[in-house]
């Protein structure tokens, strides 16, 4: 049931949030704190003695600074330290102008609609790909409801990739909760039979259009089928006018040591972050997922960092990976 006050919420996001991933924060376990002197929102959720911040301050940009100092008064009181992770560059220099220990945590990619063309070398692999899939009978359609068939892909899904592999958590959508709404599902089919799906979310602000969110398929799809699945939906929001299809933030991608911000950094975060990029596909795999973005011949390629209040201490770090579900 959607309440008044997720309506709220969403109105929130809707007028005052500018980070493509910025709909996650609507996710149905995320909670928001909202601004008694400036309007906004801030999406977080609490893990031990931190709480861990989604996107910055959700507001306008004369009112950032405003909005995360009431919200530091808040965790203040709470006694929470807070910890802010899918901090775009220019959020990311305000967090660092405020004391906070700042670094580069991955990258976002994202497709300008207008200017996208499936012609030319950079999709090559994206057409081979394509033709392979529709070849072994793959097709696409958008959802109308076909909950109990994508509810056995998840399944599937989860059972193909092990105990000991969890889903990254509160850095990507979800299937239900009181944003379903709002998104969209296509969905890739064999005879009929539902075989993967990606759903997309609302993106808002000065690059406004969707977030590829979520994708789930059968551990014997067809080469290609995730590769059809969006271009279908791709090439139906380019013709419904839709600005951008914004590929979302990887972690542990592309970090550099160039990226980060002079005197802000920590030294044991950037080496946590390097490790996970260089040896952990078995806890997140960011390479793969760099890859596949990097397919579609992103024209914005952007880094996202995450920030600590207070300096880094072993439990923050460890409250952040847990929540993400990196550990």
């Known amino acids: 049931m959607i309440t008044a006050e997720d309506e709220e919420i969403l109105t929130s996001l809707r007028k005052y949030g500018d980070h493509p991933s910025g709909f996650l924060a609507y996710n149905q376990d995320t909670s928001h704190f909202r601004g008694e002197r400036v309007p906004g ?30 919200f530091r008064a808040w965790a203040a009181r709470e006694r929470l330290r807070i910890c802010t992770v899918q901090l775009s560059r220019s959020d990311a220099g305000l967090y660092a102008e405020e004391g906070f220990v700042v670094n580069q945590l991955g990258r976002s990619y994202s497709v300008d609609l207008e200017r996208f063309t499936m012609r030319g ?19 696409v359609e958008e959802s ?24 990254l958590d509160f850095m990507i959508g979800e299937r239900g909760g009181r944003g379903a709404a709002h998104r969209r599902v296509f969905v890739a089919s064999v005879a009929g039979r539902p075989i993967a799906y990606i759903s997309y979310s609302p ?20 080469v290609g089928t995730i590769e059809l699945v969006n271009v279908t939906a791709l090439l139906r929001f380019q013709e419904e006018g839709a600005g951008w299809l914004h ?19 920590s030294k044991v ?23 596949f973005k990097r397919k579609w011949a992103p024209h914005v390629v952007e880094p996202e960092y995450v920030a600590f209040e207070g300096g880094v201490s072993l439990s923050a770090l460890w409250n952040l990976l847990r929540l993400t579900r990196a550990v």
């Not at 950037?270 to 795999?285: D, L, M, Q």
Request: aromatic fraction near 6%.
């Open 203 to 222: 993106a808002f602000g000065s690059r406004p259009g969707w977030l590829y969110d979520l994708t789930r398929r059968d551990p014997g799809a067809p």
């Open 121 to 139: 070398g950079p999709l090559a692999k994206v057409r081979q790909n394509i033709a392979r899939a529709k070849r072994d009978g793959v097709t």
């Open 41 to 70: 929102t801030v999406a977080y959720r609490v893990r031990g003695r931190h709480v861990v911040q989604l996107c910055g301050p959700l507001t306008h940009e004369e009112h950032k600074a405003a909005l995360l100092a009431e």
């Open 247 to 265: 590929l979302g933030h990887t972690p542990f991608a592309g970090l550099a040591a160039g990226n980060e911000l002079p005197g802000a950094s």
């Open 269 to 291: 975060v950037s080496r946590v972050t390097g490790v996970i990029a260089e040896h952990g596909k078995a806890v997140y795999p960011a390479r793969t997922q760099e890859a």
């Open 144 to 167: 109308t409801g076909q909950d109990d068939a994508l509810a056995a892909i998840d399944a599937r899904w989860l059972r193909a990739k092990g105990r000991h592999v969890k889903e």
